[in-house]
């Protein structure tokens, strides 16, 4: 067991959610005691562990197995097991680590770690009981949690935003359509972004919403921007999608050649991912609009 491991992560969360170690050791042990533990002179009993770890906000085994196995952050880590469940749609694992997590201090007492659960308690929120304006509600009081004096939006605010757009979607053209013209204005503005997939989601969804209000032209745009993105930063993260979309804007337009290309180019993308979900139905279009 590596107890300076542990030591160290004690001393770090207790001080991330802004305790003494005097408060840390009230009711618990004795400050000096605390302050043995985070030195990794000592290593305290399962039971001191076991209060240490519920003052901190987190599960006991959390430190063991950073003693046997260093890991990444706590908050990191719920992050990302947020982020797997929301890309397999598991809105129901999404909805069951929020409210493990919603008393955590380390989400309570920080207003970007509390974003986070926010964000995805309002996608559960919209995806389990179909309550827009609910989801709507908790991801605008998510936003306003960091967005203060309309500055620039963050990579995180935008994500959000791209959320709201969503949601939405099927119940609000006109409003998304404002929702996505001022992500884009946002996008324009951020001096960096580290997250490539956050443009494309803009350049694919705000595609998507095009379509639906008719304007197939501005659509297949925005895909190619879409497209070009992807192959300048080197990702193939909705590339698939993408062409499919161009291809569906050229059916619609009753330009059948043009559909075809971008769906056996759509094709290809997906059989390389080995992305089941579309394979089968693609192929059927293929089919479909190579008999016309």
């Excluded at 042990?29 to 009993?45: D, L, M, N, R, W």
């Excluded at 580290?194 to 998507?208: E, F, H, L, Q």
Aim: aromatic content about 10%.
């Amino acid at each position: 067991m590596d107890f300076s491991a542990v030591g160290k992560k004690i001393k770090e969360l207790r001080k991330n959610i802004g305790l003494s170690q005097e408060e840390l050791a009230e009711g618990v042990c004795t400050q000096a005691q605390i302050s043995k533990i985070e030195k990794g002179i000592v290593f305290p009993y399962a039971s001191t562990l076991y209060l240490i770890s519920q003052k901190l906000g987190v599960d006991v085994n959390y430190f063991f197995d950073i003693g046997m196995t260093p890991r990444l952050d706590y908050v990191q880590e719920v992050s990302h097991q947020l982020k797997k469940a929301r890309r397999t749609f598991d809105y129901e694992g999404i909805r069951q680590i929020v409210k493990a997590e919603e008393q955590n201090p380390l989400f309570l007492q920080n207003k970007v770690n509390l974003q986070i659960l926010m964000w995805h308690k309002g996608i559960s929120e919209f995806e389990l009981e179909r309550d827009v304006e609910k989801a709507i509600s908790t991801l605008e009081k998510a936003i306003s949690l960091t967005h203060k004096n309309n500055k620039v939006y963050s990579e995180r605010e935008l994500e959000i935003l791209i959320s709201i757009g969503i949601f939405y979607f099927n119940d609000n053209l006109e409003k998304a359509d404002e929702v996505y013209k001022e992500i884009m204005k946002g996008i324009q503005l951020l001096p960096h972004i580290s997250d490539y997939s956050i443009k494309t989601r803009v350049y694919y969804n705000y595609a998507r919403l095009q379509t639906r209000l008719k304007k197939i032209d501005s659509s297949i745009r925005y895909c190619q921007e879409g497209i070009t993105w992807c192959i300048e930063k080197d990702t193939m993260f909705l590339l698939g999608e993408l062409h499919y979309h161009i291809g569906y804007n050229y059916e619609l337009k009753g330009e059948n050649e043009e559909a075809l290309e971008y769906m056996k180019k759509a094709l290809i993308v997906f059989e390389l991912q080995q992305d089941d979900k579309y394979i089968k139905y693609i192929r059927n279009k293929i089919n479909e609009l190579t008999t016309r």
